[in-house]
């Protein structure tokens, strides 16, 4: 079987936006002044737990987009690429398209879509496994971030901790 396409191009989105959205998390987290937590290794802390649950909830939703666009393409394959974009030509040494007779092209529409099939189903378990990945990543630093900002408002409220208080 020959693999014509990728499929869902997971990684040509997920990088920018995930480069953009842990940056502005970041400078949000570390610069706001109304935090409680006024130690700043407490915020850059809580910055770096925040902004890796971000990543996995990037992970999460880009595995999850993935998987169901390859779950669409294995159950529609006319509607991929390699069905809509099907050569029926041949093309001599020189270069010069020649038609094929028509059991021929009849082979190749099914091998285009029987290949387009198969990329459907790996885009989906690539899908399946990107959101399997990211989850945990996703709960456990966000775990960590909400600890480390309970910490920090347990230690401001301790006796002899003159720092002011959110009302």
């Known amino acids: 079987m020959t693999v014509v396409g990728t499929g869902f191009p997971f990684s040509s989105f997920v990088l920018p936006v995930g480069v953009m959205v842990v940056a502005l998390t970041t400078l949000v987290l570390v610069l706001r002044h109304d ?56 093309f001599s040494p020189d270069g010069k398209p020649e038609p094929l007779s028509p059991e021929e092209e009849d082979r190749r529409r099914q091998q285009a879509l029987e290949d387009a099939r198969a990329i459907g ?35 401001q409220n301790e006796p002899g901790n003159t720092a002011p208080t959110a009302a």
């Open 121 to 155: 189903v790996a885009d989906a378990l690539r899908g399946v496994i990107l959101a399997g990945v990211g989850a945990p990543v996703l709960i456990w630093h966000l775990r960590q971030a909400r600890r480390r900002e309970g910490d920090a408002g347990l230690a």
């Open 35 to 90: 935090d409680p937590m006024t130690d700043p290794s407490r915020r850059w802390s809580a910055a770096y737990y925040y902004a890796a649950a971000l990543i996995g909830l990037l992970m999460v939703l880009a595995g999850i987009v993935g998987g169901l666009s390859g779950l669409v393409q294995a159950a529609l394959p006319q509607t991929s690429e390699e069905v809509l974009y099907f050569d029926p030509y041949n």
